[in-house]
């Protein structure tokens, strides 16, 4: 058998399991995009928990909520509207801005500090916030490596016959 047909086989066989990986990575990637939105989405969650603890122990209760609670109703339109990660992330951080906002303001108060349910709400909210800071880590490097294998598929003829569009890195 002819050498160059060998070789051009194997290299037309290796293009095609990168397309199929980089297909099923792109389909991993959408879950995990998926799961931080909805991890967001949870921590928006806590806001009127939070809101209802604090309320006999703040003077200012509705100034302090106010912002946090209208980028809720916000988060909300965005995820109805826009399901990328990327187009949500400029509110999550507004929110997320809001709700160390309302966390100083409540640990300035020593009743409020002592209280278990403030308590349980204070260590929700924070853990889920590391495990968003955790997952968007992990999001960014594997965006990376995918849109840097996505260059090495689009360098041969192969990207005509399946196109893979590039990930927005954050």
């Known amino acids: 058998m002819n050498p160059l047909i060998i070789i051009l086989s194997l290299l037309f066989l290796t293009l095609c399991t990168l397309v199929v990986f980089l297909y099923f990575f792109g389909k991993k990637l959408e879950r995990l995009e998926w ?38 109703k916000v988060e909300f339109s965005l995820l109805e509207r826009s399901k990328t990660l990327h187009n949500i992330l400029g509110t999550e951080s507004l929110i997320h801005h809001e709700i160390n906002f309302i966390f100083r303001v409540c640990n300035k108060h020593p009743k409020l500090i002592r209280n278990g349910n403030f308590i349980y709400m204070r260590d929700i909210v924070i853990k889920k916030s590391a495990w968003l800071w955790e997952m968007i880590a992990l999001y960014k490097s594997m965006v990376k490596k995918y849109n840097s294998l996505l260059r090495i598929k689009n360098y041969s003829i192969i990207w005509i016959i399946f196109p893979l569009k590039k990930k927005v890195e954050i």
């Open 35 to 72: 799961n931080i939105i909805s991890m967001f989405r949870s921590r928006t969650d806590t806001i009127p928990g939070i809101y209802e603890v604090s309320k006999e122990f703040l003077s200012k209760h509705e100034d302090i909520y106010k912002e946090a609670l209208r980028l809720k």
